[in-house]
């Protein structure tokens, strides 16, 4: 059973960075086939998905975020990273991580697995 937990920060100030790391447990980010990704959840709005690395180590962003947006790995602690740029207090949110089957020419739509969420406040 794959879990997933994200840690880090859960107050930045606005202008810095926004770090956060997801640690997966129970699989390998690199033998198993998934999209390892990073959505959001802003106060009273919808799921916003981030980007994602491949277990290939391919990585793959939101346009809107792409310029702020960084997303890596450290196979060797199994974990996959987060960091957005100059954050602002639109940028609060929960932030989730999430697994989505990898299928060659095939888009699937929803999340396989998914983090507990971590509160994250942008505020001086």
């Known amino acids: 059973q794959v879990q997933l937990q994200e840690s880090g920060p859960g107050l930045v100030k606005p202008s810095q960075t926004l770090s956060l790391t997801c640690t997966v447990s129970g699989g390998s980010i690199t033998t198993d086939y998934y999209y390892w990704s990073w959505l959001r959840q802003p106060p009273g709005k919808g799921l916003e998905w981030m980007g994602a690395?491949?277990?290939?180590?391919?990585?793959f962003y939101s346009p809107s975020l792409k310029s702020r947006t960084s997303i890596s790995r450290d196979t060797s602690k199994n974990q996959f990273t987060l960091q957005l740029k100059s954050v602002t207090p639109e940028d609060t949110a929960v932030y989730y991580c999430a697994a989505k089957i990898f299928i060659s020419g095939v888009t699937t739509p929803n999340y396989d697995y998914w983090g507990q969420g971590t509160q994250v406040t942008v505020s001086a």
């Open positions: 690395i491949s277990y290939n180590g391919y990585t």
